[in-house]
């Protein structure tokens, strides 16, 4: 169970497989439905009357809400912001970032995003796309050799979640080497090694399946087709014209200070440790990058509603395919109940940054755990409390993810 656990969170949960989530569902969610229509219908129109005023009354209903997650779920510490034009900010932290010294959790730390990555390894790509440097139907093949059905697997389907490949952080020679030596640095070519050891579990686009392998194949079309490395790619390309200060691509181990500490036991032994100190490098491109709560608030409108690609390449990232019951997928971004963004989650750290194109309201949570309460990701339980406060019409939800190599 432990393992099965793990490999959970360490696809990103993007819960859709967030992330891990966000931040992962093992080798699988598996949804063959058809595509339904562009998320992008919404993304013009904004009804703020829907939002409320976040006036010191719906303050104190928020507080309430998250200290209950927060002592229910066993959080230790944990960031949230909350904002809509007009409607005034919410901006609050709760808890301790390091349970050793019961230092307090701030709303300016460091912390580990997870499977929030891919937000940024897909725009990096997209941005080739709109330079007219590659193809979003370009056979994956194309860029790298030895893919299984690399002649057939598209740069969309991988950014999409419909490739089919194996999962490389559900393979258990991976989860032991990792867990082994947390401060192990990976290669790319060897996380896709764990993966292509694997029969393919379906054929190109028939299915949706969160799978971390498909964005460390695009994290080496961005480097080999740009000429930089990924990091490099994504600090000049994407977050500098994002105008975003404390978010970064680390090549190590390395955690700007001040950071909170992170929680898990997704490890050998099963015991609770400090991961702060892991190397994030087995999830490069899926998983790697380190942000902050005031970055991930711009963040959250630049990708919902991209600012930096063409308005046409944003429109084929936000044609969402079913992914988890009532959620849709687009090009690494989801749709939930017409929140757009993204989770994200690792050893020891989870996130959720989320926009809502009808109010042009934001929620971004940060919390320096990955540990699960009966189930469930904490930073979706988060999400959940928070937009019953305040959407009760669009309430973020994301159902419970199967065992690792279940569907």
């Known amino acids: 169970m432990r393992q099965t656990r793990w ?49 010191p009354a719906v303050a104190r209903q928020l507080d309430e809400a998250v200290r209950k997650v927060r002592d229910e779920a066993k959080v230790p510490g944990v960031q949230v912001a909350l904002s809509a034009p007009g409607k005034g900010a919410y901006v609050r932290a709760f808890g301790v970032a390091d349970k050793a ?28 796309v709109d330079e007219g440097k590659v193809g979003l139907d370009d056979p994956i093949g194309t860029y790298v050799p030895g893919v299984p059905n690399g002649d057939r697997i598209t740069l969309r389907e991988l950014a999409g979640m419909r490739s089919g490949l194996f999962n490389y952080s559900a393979d258990e020679d991976f989860f032991k080497a990792l867990t082994s030596d947390p401060q192990r640095e990976f290669t790319p ?4 090694g764990y993966s292509f050891k694997h029969p393919v579990l379906f054929a190109p686009n028939a299915q949706f399946n969160y799978c971390n392998t498909n964005l460390i194949l695009l994290g080496l079309v961005v480097e080999k087709v740009s000429g930089q490395r990924l990091a490099d790619f994504i600090t000049k390309e994407v977050v500098g014209p994002a105008g975003l200060k404390h978010t970064l691509f680390p090549v190590g181990a390395e955690f700007p ?37 005031t970055d991930l608030r711009k963040w959250a409108k630049v990708v919902a509603t991209g600012e930096l690609l063409t308005p046409a390449t944003q429109a084929e990232r936000l044609k969402v395919s079913p992914a988890l019951p009532g959620t849709g997928y687009g090009l ?38 990955d540990i699960s309460a009966e189930g469930q990701e904490p930073s979706t339980l988060f999400g959940e409390a928070i937009t019953k406060i305040v959407t009760p019409e669009h309430v973020y939800t994301l159902p419970a993810q199967p065992a690792a190599g279940k569907s």
């Open 257 to 293: 200070k001040p950071h909170a500490q992170g929680y898990t036991n997704q490890t050998a032994s099963g015991k609770t440790e400090d991961s702060a100190g892991w190397n994030p490098s087995w999830g490069w491109a899926a998983g790697a990058m380190i942000s902050d709560l």
């Open 332 to 369: 690494g971004i989801f749709k939930v109940n017409g929140w757009i963004g993204h989770n994200g989650s690792l050893p020891g750290y989870q996130s959720l940054t989320l926009y809502d194109p009808r109010t042009q309201a934001t929620l971004v949570v940060l919390l320096n755990t």
């Open 101 to 128: 010294t019961g230092r307090p959790m701030t709303d300016h730390l460091f912390m580990r995003i997870g499977s929030e990555t891919k937000t940024f390894t897909v725009t990096a790509l997209l941005e080739l």
């Open 7 to 55: 490999r959970r969170a360490a696809v990103g949960a993007a819960a859709v497989g967030l992330l891990m989530v966000p931040v992962g569902a093992g080798v699988g969610y598996a949804v063959d439905a058809p595509a339904p229509p562009s998320a992008s219908s919404s993304a013009g129109s904004t009804d703020s009357e829907d939002f409320p005023q976040l006036t």
């Open 189 to 192: 070519q060897e996380l896709l």
